[in-house]
């Protein structure tokens, strides 16, 4: 530890702290724009700025380490001005239509640096780009918005090693771009949105497809049935300002049923269906010599990741649908039977924490007989956008439950929007039925937790299931390329986000100031498990509405029309 005195506080720190660190000891915020920890520690923005004492030039406080002895000075004159003029500059060429910007119902960090920083005037004329939007299926890239921290780079290059957009040219053209000023849908990017999670401005937004659910919802010949995520349901709130992690299930579909929806499902459901299905192919490949690691296949941005990267290793992949996939292709054939509805006449909407879903919904071979399972994707953002939009009072809505004939899903199926979820879920499923009996012991914690790959034994009747979790595809990648070496699994669980969909890029945006300060995985994750403790069904086999899909329609797990319908394929 080290002794510094921060405006005329002293005080004692681990000498591995930054300046930032050492600040917020004493309850001193300083402000950051491209500071975001673990992700991009550059100091780039200059608006961290602070004086050392003995040191020539103010020093970035994010990434300049204390030491022994340290004065270190947070608001004098010079300072205060440096930022003002820092940033400044950067409103100076922005563009800034805040009235028409994507951010203005959530929080800007640039204005609300703006504001912290009492800049009321511009005093610099700067020069505005006019460059085109890049417009993909998922990903809406707009550069006039863009102030260049970085942060979007930082993420997609050392977090998600996808690396498909990088900083060009110089000077005044300098621009965040994809190689040869590609539009990003004809890149490798695999639309996990963690450049969005992370974009401080207006510059990085998903394609917004709130206008087809409008319409939709205003055909009267339409029968609308929404189904929402299991990691949608923890963050809703916080589009609200509720607690992040909150859980809100009862009060979305509340507001589901308000904002006009005919029907509101639950995608854990599907996720239910995707245990059965997937425990099937587990045990069909363990039995039968068939190609192991089984790994997972429910996260798009994993998906399309592994065709760019990993190709020889497809046959690999589980050959399930999603969930939500799965039930969208349920809804337009038992559903529609069962209650009589013309299958063209129903429009299905899941509400998604995940911006690569969108994508994933428009890939030609997710449909059966010639209909898409999933009409349109919303994420839980575009959700809540809808709800501000109409004038819900959120926060003070009563609950309500899922509709029937699905009614409510097992808390294996919940416990799907976090990294471990998946393999937990299929765990508890296929425990029971290798051992043909019913586990009370099934809560696994060693698959558990924040840590970027985990690997546990887990001992099923004569079995040792050896099983590896990886979240965030810098993560993935390694596990792959270990399993590509040779090293042994039955079953491994990949998600491409960091920490599973409860971070996906559909979620509500969390600022850099709470980002660097809280872990808000670990706090979505928590109101997962919370639901799934105080769920009745634990365990994706006992879910009645699935049993009675199976008896009515399915068949068998794995049978002939599970393959039509909630199976598909990869390309290389
Ligand atoms: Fe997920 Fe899913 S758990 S991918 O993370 O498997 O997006 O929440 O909906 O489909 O169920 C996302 C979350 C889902 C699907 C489920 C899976
Ligand atoms: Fe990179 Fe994901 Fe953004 Fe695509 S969506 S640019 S892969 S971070």
Redesign the pocket.
């Known amino acids: 530890k080290v002794h510094i005195t921060i405006d005329g506080i002293k005080l004692y720190v681990p000498e591995n702290y930054t300046i930032l660190e050492a600040a917020k000891e004493v309850n001193i915020t300083i402000p950051t724009l491209c500071f975001l920890k673990d992700v991009n520690e550059v100091g780039c923005c200059r608006m961290c700025v602070v004086e050392v004492k003995g040191a020539r030039a103010l020093q970035a406080a994010c990434v300049h380490p204390v030491s022994e002895g340290m004065e270190v000075f947070t608001h004098t004159p010079k300072v205060m001005e440096a930022r003002k003029v820092n940033l400044e500059l950067i409103l100076s060429n922005h563009n800034s239509m805040c009235q028409t910007c994507t951010r203005s119902w959530m929080d800007c960090e640039l204005q609300s640096l703006a504001n912290k920083l009492s800049v009321d005037n511009v005093r610099f004329e700067g020069e505005q780009k006019k460059q085109p939007l890049d417009i993909g299926v998922s990903i809406v890239r707009d550069p006039n918005k863009c102030i260049l921290c970085r942060r979007c780079v930082s993420a997609c290059k050392n977090i998600q090693t996808v690396g498909v957009i990088d900083c060009v040219n110089r000077g005044f053209e300098t621009k965040i771009a994809a190689p040869f000023n590609l539009s990003l849908a004809d890149t490798p990017c695999v639309n996990c949105g963690q450049c969005i999670n992370y974009c401080p401005v207006g510059a990085l937004h998903e394609k917004s497809d709130i206008d087809q659910v409008w319409e939709a919802i205003y055909d009267p010949d339409t029968h609308v049935v929404v189904q929402t995520?299991?990691?949608?349901r923890v963050a809703l709130g916080e589009d609200f300002e509720m607690p992040i992690g909150t859980p809100v299930t009862g009060k979305m579909v509340t507001a589901l049923r308000m904002l006009g929806f005919d029907k509101v499902f639950d995608?854990?459901t599907?996720?239910d269906l995707?245990i059965m299905e997937e425990g099937a192919e587990l045990i069909d490949r363990i039995r039968g010599g068939g190609t192991l690691p089984l790994i997972?296949s429910?996260?798009?941005g994993w998906i399309k990741f592994c065709e760019h990267n990993f190709p020889d290793m497809l046959d690999h992949l589980s050959s399930c649908k999603?969930?939500?996939?799965?039930?969208g292709a349920v809804l337009k054939t038992y559903y529609a039977q069962k209650e009589g509805i013309d299958p063209d006449k129903i429009f299905v909407v899941?509400v998604?924490?995940?911006t690569?879903?969108k994508f994933e919904a428009s890939r030609p071979e997710m449909n059966v007989d010639g209909r898409p399972d999933v009409d349109v994707v919303l994420t839980t953002r575009e959700l809540g956008k809808m709800i501000y939009d109409v004038g819900i009072d959120f926060p003070d809505l009563g609950d309500s439950d899922f509709d029937d004939p699905f009614g409510n899903a097992s808390g294996a199926?919940v416990i799907?929007?976090?990294t471990g979820?998946?393999m937990e879920a299929a765990l508890r499923t296929v425990a029971d039925i290798l051992n043909d009996s019913s586990a009370d012991n099934f809560e696994y914690e060693e698959v558990r937790g924040l840590e970027g790959i985990k690997i546990a034994t887990v001992e099923i009747a004569d079995l040792k299931v050896r099983a590896a979790v990886a979240h965030g595809l810098g993560n993935a990648r390694k596990l792959m390329e270990a399993i590509r070496a040779g090293e042994e699994f039955h079953f491994v669980e990949i998600?491409a986000?960091p920490g599973?969909?409860?971070n996906?890029g559909?979620q509500p945006l969390q600022l850099s100031d709470v980002r660097n300060w809280i872990d808000v995985r670990e706090e979505r994750a928590k109101g997962l498990y919370k639901e799934d403790r105080a769920t009745y069904i634990r365990k994706s086999h006992n879910n009645p509405a699935v049993k009675k899909l199976y008896k009515e329609f399915l068949g068998m797990a794995g049978g002939k029309k599970s393959h039509d319908l909630l199976h598909t394929h990869y390309h290389e």
Do not use: E, N
């Open positions: 995520a299991p990691a949608v995608t854990d599907g996720a995707t997972t429910c996260s798009p999603s969930p939500h996939q799965m039930f899941s998604m924490p995940c690569a879903k199926g799907f929007g976090t979820g998946v998600m986000c599973g969909c409860i996906g559909g």
